[in-house]
């Protein structure tokens, strides 16, 4: 066996349907595209959506709301998490890697410190932003809270 000998199984191909060879193959004339129309036309491609001439589905359905294009989007960590967090541990700085270390947050997400909950120790926390409740419930602790 060897290149030369290759074929495709019995009944696994078809010839081609030749058009536009006059009318006694049966498939002159129009070719199969029918009379008139964009179908019939030479460069017709139909445009997705479309559903011929009907008000397409994404024009009928109505919108809604507003996208602001400039919002940040935060991840927010209560005190109570920030409590729960340093709980028998000896660490003072929580920092972005810290956060991402124990599964809080993802790599490249912003951090806000939100002030629920209550913190007894001192703890430099390092954050993209921070509530008004949070930073007076961290400086009353005896901690710092530091912007990123």
């Known amino acids: 066996m060897n290149l030369s000998n290759l074929k495709p199984a019995v009944g696994s191909t078809k010839n081609q349907k030749r058009i536009g060879r006059g009318e006694g193959s049966t ?47 935060y991840k927010a960590i209560n005190l109570d998490v920030l409590a729960s967090l340093v709980e028998g541990t000896q660490d003072s700085t929580l920092d972005a890697a810290y956060f991402v270390a124990s599964g809080l947050v993802s790599k490249n997400a912003k951090i806000k410190v939100l002030g629920r909950g209550e913190i007894t120790t001192a703890l430099e926390v390092h954050a993209h932003a921070f509530s008004k409740s949070a930073i007076e419930a961290i400086e009353k602790a005896g901690g710092k809270a530091v912007t990123l």
């Open 27 to 73: 498939r002159g004339g129009t070719s199969t595209r029918g009379h008139k129309g964009a179908k019939s036309r030479s460069g017709y491609k139909r445009k997705s959506g479309f559903e011929g001439g009907q008000m397409p589905l994404q024009r009928r359905v109505p919108k809604f709301g507003f996208t602001n294009i400039n919002r940040i989007e």
